[in-house]
Structures are given as structure tokens and as C-alpha cells.
């Protein structure tokens, strides 16, 4: 096939040499096991041989601290739980969970992203499909499996190749999938292990919280689901197969889309989802509303010390106030459409939403205890000062040594594909680093969420596309996962380059990435 032929020989072997050595990669909570046992190592030699480093600045010296003596173990053993309990993503991400849960199971999301795409004219489609895959990471995973299942049926309602819908979707949603104007499990996630990462360097009070990206990821968002439409509609939709014909009757939704049960084969909502979508923006309305009057009224208790918008207790407490909306959006619209109709249903389904992230509390049982040896035993201090004086020696700053690290975190993620994994081995490095440098952590994180994204598509390792594989094979039953992986590829360079573009603009320009998070420190 003409697609299929767009993998060329180099390229195939190289998709082929990721999957073969990502195969071979052990389990996070492995990899962070033998993370901790090497740190562990490593700071017991470093510390019997003296060493120590002068932090930049604040002219202290910090001596490496070895976890096999007395004091290491001591350490150890009294903050064994501590470490587990306060690692900050793990209350956040459950919070986040529980609240979209809600508002998945409720049928709002669904009814929310059919009434989006539904509505679209035929030469608008390509582009709602982008603007709104690039958006999806608000619902974690489950997007790579809702969101193309949806496309696949707009382009078949609008006339047009449900292929070209199906895997432009998933290119959007996996290579912009750091980006978009709504705030998720994701956000909470990089943003505590990044807190953990500032406090690596001794005496700092560099800013983070949940929205000192919100500027960028949200312009990003929208750029990227434009270009992400333009490249469906020119490039990927004419170098698509027509659908084999049995497949235009035999496609079914999946069931982890229906929520209620109410999300019809033919993208149309009921008089009840109607009625619960108005009554919900109605509550958003609401809600923002008040709470954006109660913030700047003046004398608001909402507002930081003189009157001051940023900081302010209003944006510390986001993760609070961002809950609470999920919630009551998600409980109105199910009261309205009828798929709430006992009060015992809310508790049921925090609690199917909260088991779907078992297997992270796992994980961050584990990496909280590497990451906190790597701040306890001063080694992450010690690597930080070295790289920041390595990247000064060769003149690899500002700009330049952020463009490094995207792309070291480009090649990483082919085969780490958990992001929560991957920025928590880059973090603990590159945070305090860039910031000895001069550049907040919101540009070290906004950079992350660049090579976290673009080459996520292109890699065997990324379990999804396994799924979606299956999905592509109702319409195309001849294709094979380098088919799949070839047609991502139209996504993955311009992605790059426009979201680095972006980047680019933010930093030269000196724009705040988010409110009070500036580029430089």
C-alpha cells in the first residue's frame, strides 16, 4: 500500500531496534528499585572518598551523605512512611482521578466531546478532531481509546475517510498530549515530582504550583490541534486506504466510551444529555463566576498579602477549587440527564475511578523512597552542579542546553513511556541544574512536557497503540503496527518543531509560562 510504502528500510529497523531494547527494559517499579540500590551505592563511595560540592550563589558546602552508614540507615528507617505519604503527586493525582472519574461516569465528558465534534461541517471536522485530541490527556489513557473510536465516527457521519479520523486522533492526542487549555492528573503529577526535584538544592524557594505551565500548554493546546487538523486533512487523509466495506457496518463503539450507556452509534444526544449539558454550563458558569468575583473583590481573603492576585491562597489552592468543579459539573449534569439518580452512586464511582490508578500508588511507593535518598544523600545536588558547570564550560546555556534536553527527552521517551517515570529520572537532574543556570523550573517542566509528547506515536513500546492497532484493523484489516507507526510520523517533526517554536517565543520573549512563572529566576 502507498501509506505502507512510507516506511523506508532505516526507519523500519529503527522502530524495530526500539522495540527490542524498550522489551528489555524492566518494570517502572524495578527500574526505580534499582535506581535507589545504585544511588544507595554511589553516595556510600562518594561520601568515603570526601566529596562535596559548593552550591552557586549561596556559597554552602554540601558534602555527599552516604546511605550505607549509621546515619543513612537511621534516615531510612524513620522516614520510610513519611517519604511514601509525602510525595506530593500522590494526593493530587488521586483527587484529580476521583473527580473525573465522576464526571466520565456520569456520561458528561462523552456528551460533552459528541456535542463538539458532532456539530462540525465537513471541512471543520479535521481541525474539531485535532483541537479536541489535543485537549484529551484530561481523561489520562482512556483518551487513546475514546477519542479515536469518536473521530473514526465524525468522518464517517461527514462523509469523509474514518480512517484519516481514527489515527489523526491518536497522533494528536499521544503527540500533544502535555498540552491543552484543560488541567489534569498530569499536570498534578509533574508538577509534585518538580517540587520535589527544587528541593534538591539546599535553601531554595523557586515557585511551582499546578498552573506555572497554564499559559503555554494552553496556547500550545490550540495551536497544536490546528496544525494537528491541517495535517489530517492535507497530508494524512490523501495517503489513506478507502475502508474495507463490511467495516463501515461492523464498527461498534467501545464500551469504555458510553459511560451511561446513552452515547448512540449515529453522534447524536438525547433530549436528557442535552438537558444536562445546558444545566452543566450553567453550573461552570456559576461556579467561575463567583469564584473569580469573590477573588477580586477588593479586601478578599482570596487574595495574597496587599491585595495581590499572584500568589494568592486562591491559585494554592487550585487543586481544591478544580475538584470541586469537576464534581459539581459532573453531579448537575447527572441529576439533569438522569444518570445519577442515587446519591450512593457518587461514592461508587470515586471508587472505580480511584482503582484504575492502583498500579501508580505502586509505582510511587517506590520512587518516593529514590527520590528522597537522591535529595537526602546530596547526590542530586552534587550531579546538578556538576552539569550546570559542565554546560557553562562548553557555552551550552539559555536556550541551547533547554533544546539538549528536549531532545535527549524525545529519545528517552521511545522507550520510557510512562511520562510520571521518565520525569522523575530527568527531574531530580535537570530541575536543580537549569535553575543553577538561571531558568525557572517552569521552563525546565514546560520543556519536559515537549519530548514527553512528540515522539510518543512513533514508538512499539507505547501499549496504546496496540489497542488502536485492533481498531484500525476493522477498517484496514491488512495493517500492521509499522502501518500505524508510519502514518504518526506525519505528526511527529512539525510537532516538534512548532511546539519548540512556541517555546521559543515564551523565552525570548520573556512571557510567564503561567501566573507568577517566569522564565528566568
Not at 491543552?180 to 503529577?189: I, P, R, Y
Not at 511551582?208 to 491541517?230: A, K, P, R
Amino acid at each position: 500500500m502507498a501509506a505502507t510504502a512510507l516506511l523506508s528500510r532505516p526507519f523500519n529497523g529503527a522502530i524495530k531496534g526500539i522495540e527490542v531494547v524498550g522489551n528489555k527494559l524492566p518494570h517502572p517499579m524495578y527500574l526505580f528499585i534499582y535506581l535507589f540500590a545504585a544511588i544507595a551505592v554511589l553516595s556510600t563511595v562518594l561520601a568515603a572518598t570526601g566529596a562535596s560540592v559548593t552550591v552557586p550563589g549561596s556559597g554552602e558546602q554540601v558534602a555527599v551523605q552516604g546511605f550505607f552508614s549509621v546515619e543513612g540507615l537511621l534516615w531510612f528507617l524513620q522516614n520510610f512512611v513519611q517519604n511514601f505519604i509525602s510525595f506530593p503527586p500522590l494526593v493530587t493525582v488521586i483527587l484529580m482521578v476521583m473527580a473525573v472519574g465522576v464526571a466520565e461516569r456520569t456520561g458528561l465528558i462523552n456528551a460533552a466531546i459528541v456535542a463538539l465534534f458532532a456539530r462540525a461541517p465537513r471541512w471543520l471536522v479535521p481541525y474539531a478532531v485535532g483541537i479536541i485530541a489535543c485537549q484529551a490527556h484530561i481523561i489520562s489513557d482512556v483518551a487513546m481509546i475514546v477519542v479515536p473510536a469518536l473521530a473514526a465516527l465524525v468522518f464517517l457521519k461527514a462523509g469523509r475517510n474514518p480512517i484519516a479520523g481514527l489515527i489523526g486522533s491518536v497522533a494528536c492526542v499521544s503527540a500533544g498530549y502535555s498540552g491543552g487549555v484543560l488541567l489534569g492528573a498530569l499536570d498534578t503529577l509533574l508538577v509534585g515530582i518538580t517540587e520535589k526535584a527544587v528541593a534538591i538544592l539546599p535553601g531554595s524557594s523557586a515557585h511551582t504550583s499546578l498552573l506555572m505551565n497554564y499559559f503555554y500548554t494552553s496556547v500550545s493546546g490550540l495551536i497544536l490541534g490546528v496544525l494537528g487538523g491541517f495535517l489530517i486533512d492535507r497530508f494524512l487523509e490523501p495517503r489513506c486506504p478507502a475502508p474495507a466495506p463490511e467495516s463501515l457496518t461492523a464498527f461498534s463503539v467501545p464500551e469504555q466510551m458510553t459511560g451511561s450507556g446513552q452515547t448512540p452509534r449515529d453522534m447524536t444526544l438525547t433530549a436528557l444529555q442535552r438537558r444536562g449539558l445546558l444545566a452543566s454550563v450553567l453550573a461552570v458558569v456559576l461556579y467561575t463566576g463567583g469564584l473569580a468575583t469573590a477573588w477580586v473583590w477588593p479586601g478578599s481573603p482570596l487574595q495574597g498579602k496587599g491585595g495581590t492576585l499572584v500568589p494568592s491562597p486562591l491559585l494554592s489552592a487550585m487543586i481544591l477549587v478544580i475538584f470541586t468543579g469537576f464534581i459539581l459539573t459532573a453531579v448537575v449534569y447527572g441529576v439533569a440527564a438522569r444518570t445519577l439518580t442515587s446519591k450512593i452512586q457518587i461514592p461508587e464511582m470515586m471508587t472505580e475511578a480511584v482503582r484504575t490508578v492502583a498500579p501508580y500508588v505502586v509505582f510511587v511507593f517506590v520512587i518516593a523512597q529514590a527520590l528522597a535518598l537522591f535529595t537526602w544523600s546530596n547526590v542530586g545536588t552534587l550531579l546538578a552542579v556538576n552539569m550546570a558547570a559542565s554546560f557553562e564550560s562548553i557555552g551550552l546555556t539559555g536556550f541551547g542546553a533547554i533544546m539538549v534536553f528536549v531532545l535527549l527527552a524525545c529519545i528517552l521517551n521511545l522507550l520510557i513511556t510512562s511520562g510520571s517515570a521518565l520525569w522523575s529520572l530527568l527531574a531530580p537532574v535537570f530541575v536543580p541544574g537549569f535553575m543553577l543556570l538561571g531558568m525557572s523550573p517552569a521552563v525546565t517542566q514546560a520543556a519536559f512536557r515537549i519530548g514527553d509528547s512528540v515522539s510518543q506515536p512513533l514508538t512499539p513500546m507505547n501499549a496504546m497503540l496496540l489497542v488502536v492497532l485492533t481498531m484500525l484493523q476493522k477498517y484496514e484489516p491488512d495493517a500492521k503496527l509499522g502501518t500505524l507507526i508510519s502514518r504518526n510520523a506525519i505528526f511527529a517533526i512539525p510537532f516538534f518543531v512548532v511546539w519548540t517554536l512556541i517555546l521559543a517565543i515564551f523565552y525570548f520573549l520573556d512571557l510567564p509560562l503561567g501566573p507568577g512563572a517566569s522564565i528566568h529566576l
